[in-house]
Nanobody
Framework: QVQVVESGGGLVQAGGSLRLSCAVS????????MRWFRQAPGKQRELVAT???????NYPESMKGRFTISRDNAKNTVYLQMNSLKPEDTAVYYC?????????????????WGQGTQVTVSS
């Protein structure tokens, strides 16, 4: 089994910064791609950032410049540094991990989601 837990959300003023963390634990064999998504009220979930196991970071065009994804392989943790935050960045931020893990004695794999962490940016 795999657990994905986000932390670091909160209330921040416009122009401020936050760093979100996502810790992956369980019977992990390998962590492949890790992604951050966000979902604002009344809107669809959207991709914020992607980080491959090889360390390649990718961002949708709309997210480039203010968000940085990084990873601590020793801690099985991925981070999202968010700078120059705007009220429109207000959303629940979710971590998604594509993981290979042991399900008993069987090697399994798939995407696991965390419960999300709320980020609120005040104007």
């Amino acid at each position: 089994q795999v657990q994905v837990v986000e932390s670091g959300g909160g209330l921040v003023q416009a122009g401020g910064s936050l760093r979100l963390s996502c810790a992956v634990s369980g019977s992990i064999v390998s962590i492949n791609v890790m992604r951050w998504f966000r979902q604002a009220p009344g809107k669809q979930r959207e991709l914020v950032a992607t980080l491959t196991s090889g360390g390649s970071a990718n961002y949708p065009e709309s997210m480039k410049g203010r968000f940085t994804i990084s990873r601590d392989n020793a801690k099985n943790t991925v981070y999202l540094q968010m700078n120059s935050l705007k009220p429109e960045d207000t959303a629940v931020y979710y971590c998604n991990a594509n993981v290979n893990y042991w399900r008993g004695t069987v090697l399994a794999g798939g995407d696991d989601w965390g419960q999300g962490t709320q980020v609120t940016v005040s104007s």
